[in-house]
Structure formats: structure tokens, C-alpha cells
């Protein structure tokens, strides 16, 4: 069973930086992709990034993109979102996913999810 455990979440005020992590662990066979999704109170939860992790591209929402960069380290199977520049609209509690073999685009079906970490950015 693919476990998914994120930290790095917290408090920061807008225009700071956080770097999330995500540590991948229980696969037998690497997962295809993993992403990052967030959800704000009272709002759908939407994809942030992802990375295929045999070939470490990336893909961005148009809402971060320029501000996020997502990259993996295989030797410690953990995936990492920085994010800079941050807005109050990027608070919301921020998920890692993992799609095992499947189709990588948000609106897919992951089949594995971690508990979330808190983001908050204050004005």
C-alpha cells in the first residue's frame, strides 16, 4: 500500500516562500506520477503541480505557475513543491497524490493521497 506523508506546511506571510514535502513510501512499483492539489474552505480541491516521476517533468496550474517548482528526489522518494511570491489565495490545506499506473492530469482519478498540510498566507 502507497503511503504519502506531507510536512512543511505553516504560516508565512504574503511574499514569503514554504517548501512542502512529500515522502513516498509502501510502492512496490514507482508511481507514475504524484501531484500536488490544495483545497481552500468551501472550494473544490484543484491541482497544483505535478511531476512524472521517471522522467522528473513537471507541469504547472496557470496559478502558480512561475512561483511553484516541483522536483523529486529518488535516493529519499520525496517530492517537493517550493512556492515563492505567495498570496492569501494560495492558503488552503495542500495534498500529495500519487497515481500509480494512470493518467496524470488533475481532473484523473489518484489512487493514493496523503493527510495535507496547512498553508496559510496572511495579508
Known amino acids: 500500500q502507497v503511503q504519502l506523508v506531507e510536512s512543511g506546511g505553516g504560516s508565512v506571510q504574503a511574499g514569503g516562500s514554504l517548501k512542502l514535502s512529500c515522502a513516498v513510501s509502501?510502492?512496490?512499483?514507482?508511481?507514475?506520477?504524484v501531484a500536488w492539489f490544495r483545497q481552500a474552505p468551501g472550494k473544490p480541491r484543484d491541482g497544483v503541480a505535478r511531476?512524472?516521476?521517471?522522467?522528473?517533468?513537471?507541469y504547472y496550474a496557470n496559478s502558480v505557475r512561475g512561483r511553484a517548482t516541483i522536483t523529486q528526489n529518488n535516493a529519499k522518494d520525496t517530492v517537493y513543491l517550493q512556492m515563492g511570491s505567495l498570496k492569501p489565495e494560495d492558503s488552503g490545506v495542500y495534498y500529495c497524490a500519487a497515481n500509480a499506473p494512470g493518467n496524470c492530469n488533475f481532473g484523473s482519478v489518484y489512487d493514493y493521497w496523503g493527510q495535507g498540510t496547512q498553508v496559510t498566507v496572511s495579508s
Open positions: 509502501g510502492y512496490t512499483s514507482r508511481p507514475n506520477c
Open positions: 511531476i512524472f516521476t521517471s522522467s522528473g517533468n513537471p
